[in-house]
């Protein structure tokens, strides 16, 4: 079975409290004869905004919204993110009752199934005894292929991983990826490492794989042999792999080879593996031939019966979260507990919700862009992000420290960013067994096959625009460095980020501005190794990247002095928000040259720019997630995306009337500005 997605967090009314607006100096700024309470009260409301703009744009919400438990946080995003969840509930509720179209069927009927807890407490196992009995059916070595790549084909990858992706040649298209897996716990590292954390870990996983070898048949007399036969292979695997690497170059991971060499791996038969996945593309990545040179000996030299065992333990962790109790509670005990942090299991609609959006969000996502992104929305959605991308074009052009080569490129990679938004425009084929509400573990099956299938024709040439890498139903914005696309999905256009009833300044300056940071990543320190064309090559020259270091040097000194909310004695670690900060900033300056479209922005839409922005960030956080947060998060506190970057924009102090010396007033020494 697919990784399953995390959970986002549970939908609150209080959501709505962000929508309360207050009335910053500068909307009534034109006002000079006002009555002497009055006088005092643009003052009083002056002192704020230039003290803590955040705090007095988020009054209403950060009163409403107290700090959350020790290990918890909540915050507009957030907020958006349940709102989402709640949508998609109401959605499959509506599908389930009355259904308007096949797809709506298809999803009501599996929606159905899960939450019909009786039924699937009745069902037991009976979803995976296919599976199983073609598991007990092998007798030698020879049969072993043909299993795996039946499990690859629903969904559940054994011994290896098998999956589609760029091909690193020629962008334009993806090729399948041959990589090491298999392993119930990831990591090779839980099964080479002898320290005492990882032991306890492994001592806890035994019980688990325990647990899974007797709901799926194992005997209690060959109970400990079978367990020492599925973790034994297991270590094995893990001996083979290359240890897991943070940021590595993704290259180290890119091995183009011909699909005909396929045939060196001949007790894998990965050829037949190929066709019995729907592929017949001529190339594939091997990423690294040593794992499957020695799997292939594997096969041949590891008893049959253990592959039984291996096998028959992998379809039950798969599968386990989407069966009868007895799985439910064994997934729980060992994987909520020890990798999830759960205390309880999440309640059922959640869990429902959850495998929906595992095996067969894009189908989910289809729907929820239909039902929930108006015409008119994602149109204007549209339209702003080409002018925000226009204005960033024309900063870069001004730019006093980029050469005219970079200059022509980054005008050049720009002009050809596509703006995709709601959902994939190449629609996916629904046309799939009918699901019924009988059994909701079989429903995940189809679904998982359907969506393996799915993921399986986006190999070869011409499918790069198969799908996003993020489903329509989850709030996102953000850049595709492959494509070089912008991607907004369906959810992420509402409140705070595009609400259509709010003034126009607000709009730019939330969805503008994050439309033009998404932008900016085209064009930064990253998305410079990448050419207008697709191809990987560094176009920035070394006085480029030298200018653009001085900046984030500069921007990450700058945050060092910044306190962290919610932490006493606690500082914003500069280092690890320089970058997300410094395009905040890129952001926020193009799309405030989009709203003023050459001529001065008016006092109206200036103060609704920045409350746009500010509303994006209120956030509260309990000291152990605020902890995490400072030691370990790319960006900057709500506080500080929005006080650290206006203060670096003159025009918020022309806005507001900020005076030298006052927090949201920078000198112009302290000012920084991304290409100037």
């Not at 096949?102 to 019909?116: E, M, Y």
């Not at 791996?265 to 592929?279: S, T």
Request: glycine letters at 8%; aromatic letters at 8%.
């Amino acid at each position: 079975m697919m990784t399953r997605r995390p959970l986002l967090p549970r939908f609150s009314v209080l959501a709505l409290a962000v929508l309360v607006a207050t009335t910053p100096l500068g909307a009534v700024a034109a006002k000079k004869k006002a009555a002497p309470k009055k006088s005092k009260a643009k003052v009083e409301a002056a002192s704020a905004d230039c003290a803590d703009y955040y705090g007095n744009v988020n009054k209403s919400w950060l009163a409403t919204n107290p700090a959350p438990a020790a290990n918890a946080s909540t915050s507009a995003l957030s907020q958006l993110n349940a709102r989402a969840v709640q949508q998609q509930r109401d959605l499959l509720d509506a599908a389930m009752s009355g259904p308007q179209n096949n797809v709506q069927k298809l999803l009501g009927d599996f929606w159905a199934s899960g939450l019909d807890e009786a039924a699937v407490e009745t069902d037991g196992s009976r979803p995976i005894a296919p599976l199983l009995a073609r598991i007990d059916g092998i007798r030698r070595s020879g049969d072993v292929a043909a299993s795996i790549a039946a499990l690859h084909q629903v969904g559940i990858p054994v011994a290896f991983n098998f999956a589609a992706d760029i091909d690193l040649d020629d962008l334009n298209r993806h090729i399948g990826y041959f990589s090491q897996g298999g392993l119930g716990l990831g990591d090779p590292a839980f099964y080479t490492r002898l320290d005492p954390d990882v032991a306890a870990i492994m001592v806890r996983y035994r019980k688990y794989v325990e647990n899974i070898l007797t709901l799926t048949g194992s005997k209690p007399d060959k109970l400990a042999q079978d367990l020492d036969m599925v973790v034994g292979l297991e270590t094995r695997l893990a001996q083979l792999s290359r240890p897991f690497k943070t940021n590595a170059d993704p290259r180290a991971d890119f091995n183009a080879v011909q699909a005909a060499s396929l045939g060196a791996y001949r007790n894998l038969q990965l050829g037949d593996f190929l066709k019995a996945q729907g592929v017949s593309d001529d190339r594939v990545s091997m990423v690294d031939p040593n794992y499957f040179a020695q799997l292939d000996a594997l096969v041949k030299s590891v008893p049959a019966n253990q592959w039984k065992a291996y096998l028959r333990f992998q379809v039950g962790n798969a599968m386990a979260p989407y069966l009868s109790r007895s799985f439910r509670d064994a997934e729980q005990q060992f994987r909520g507990v020890v990798f999830r942090n759960e205390a309880a299991a999440a309640p059922r609609w959640q869990q429902v919700l959850d495998a929906i959006n595992t095996a067969a969000g894009p189908m989910l996502g289809h729907e929820y862009a239909a039902r929930y992104l108006p015409a008119a929305s994602k149109q204007r959605a549209e339209s702003m992000a080409q002018e925000v991308g226009q204005a960033l074009d024309a900063d870069i052009q001004a730019s006093t420290w980029m050469s005219a080569t970079a200059k022509a490129e980054a005008h050049a990679k720009i002009s050809a960013i596509k703006i995709e938004i709601g959902a994939p425009a190449r629609d996916l084929d629904y046309t799939i067994q009918p699901m019924g509400r009988g059994s909701f573990g079989s429903n995940m099956l189809i679904a998982s096959a359907w969506r393996h299938a799915q993921e399986m024709k986006r190999i070869g040439k011409g499918n790069t625009d198969r799908r996003w890498n993020v489903l329509p139903q989850s709030p996102a914005l953000g850049y595709d460095p492959a494509q070089n696309r912008v991607i907004i999905t369906a959810a992420m256009l509402q409140s705070p980020v595009f609400d259509m009833s709010q003034p126009n300044g607000a709009l730019y300056g939330s969805f503008g501005a994050l439309a033009a940071r998404a932008m900016a990543r085209a064009v930064d320190a990253n998305g410079q190794k990448v050419d207008a064309k697709g191809a990987l090559r560094g176009w920035w020259t070394p006085a480029d990247a030298n200018a653009w270091n001085d900046r984030l040097a500069r921007m990450g000194s700058q945050a060092n002095g910044w306190a962290y909310p919610d932490l006493t004695g606690k500082m914003v670690n500069g280092q690890l928000v320089r970058d997300q900060s410094l395009l905040d900033l890129a952001g926020l300056d193009a799309a405030w040259r989009a709203l003023g479209k050459g001529q001065a922005v008016s006092a109206a839409d200036a103060t609704a720019f920045f409350t746009g922005w500010a509303r994006l960030w209120p956030q509260q956080s309990g000291p152990q997630a605020a902890a995490i947060d400072q030691a370990s998060s790319p960006y900057a506190p709500g506080k500080w995306r929005v006080n650290g970057t206006l203060a670096s924009m003159p025009e918020f102090a022309q806005a507001y009337r900020c005076k030298a010396g006052q927090p949201m007033a920078l000198t112009p020494a302290a000012i920084v500005q991304p290409w100037k």
